[in-house]
């Protein structure tokens, strides 16, 4: 692999994507390859205060579209500072969450239409999409079961069963649409079986790279 790559990891909340990114990137580390870990919203400073602003609990009157935008703006200080960065330098950047998000909560879970969202993303991206998305499938009833019961809640958190319906609906969706971007991950055993699939499908890619 003679250039970074940009890999993404989607899914509702709960669905374990956070620690399977964090089992990867120490297998992907123990392979000798640099990696840069990250996040969305956030990933450095700007956009980390973006974040605070829309996960407030406080701030339950935002306007879905004021939220989209939000994040757009948060995910173009990120990607300039942080992403593209690390891919000219040759790294592997992994990233919790990126634009399959945003279509999925707020072109699906808000109703704001995936084509709008994606419009204002391809603008926002100025064409920085992944080179692989790992989607975790994992239903929001199942995948709140997972959460710790005494995690204070953040205001999109706190939204309601159909909301998380339509989002989950948002991912399968994006998935059936990008069959090569896109690896749909069975993760309904264990976490290091997961684990395990994920080590498999990521020499596969690596030996194709």
């Known amino acids: ?55 407030d609990v406080e701030n339950k009157g935002m306007e879905d579209m004021t939220e989209a935008l939000l994040y757009a703006a948060a995910r173009v200080q990120h990607i300039e500072e942080v992403i593209l960065p690390a891919i000219r330098a040759g790294k592997l950047v ?4 990126y634009i399959d998000s945003s279509v ?7 109703q704001l239409g995936a084509e709008a969202i994606l419009r204002i993303n391809q603008y926002a991206a100025n064409h920085c999409m992944p ?12 995948a709140f079961q997972r959460m710790n019961p005494h995690k204070e809640m953040d205001r999109l958190e706190q939204e309601g069963e159909d909301f998380y319906d339509r989002v989950y609906k948002g991912f399968r969706e994006i998935w ?34």
């Not at 450095?44 to 605070?52: D, F, M, N, P």
């Not at 992994?94 to 969450?97: Q, S, V």
């Not at 999925?104 to 808000?110: M, P, V």
């Open 94 to 97: 992994l990233c919790d969450r």
């Open 131 to 142: 080179d692989l998305t790992f989607f975790f499938d994992y239903k929001p009833a199942k």
């Open 104 to 110: 999925a909560y707020q072109g699906y879970g808000r």
């Open 1 to 55: 692999m003679k250039q970074g790559k940009f890999l993404t990891f989607e899914g509702v909340d709960g669905c374990g994507k956070s620690t399977q990114m964090r089992f990867l990137s120490e297998y992907l580390q123990e392979k000798g390859l640099e990696c840069v870990v990250t996040r969305e919203p956030g990933g450095c400073r700007i956009s980390e205060q973006v974040r605070e602003i829309l996960l």
């Open 176 to 209: 059936k649409a990008n069959p090569a971007r896109v690896r749909r991950i069975d993760v309904s055993g264990t976490k290091f079986e997961t684990r395990d699939r994920m080590r498999a499908l990521i020499d596969e890619v690596l030996a194709q790279w």
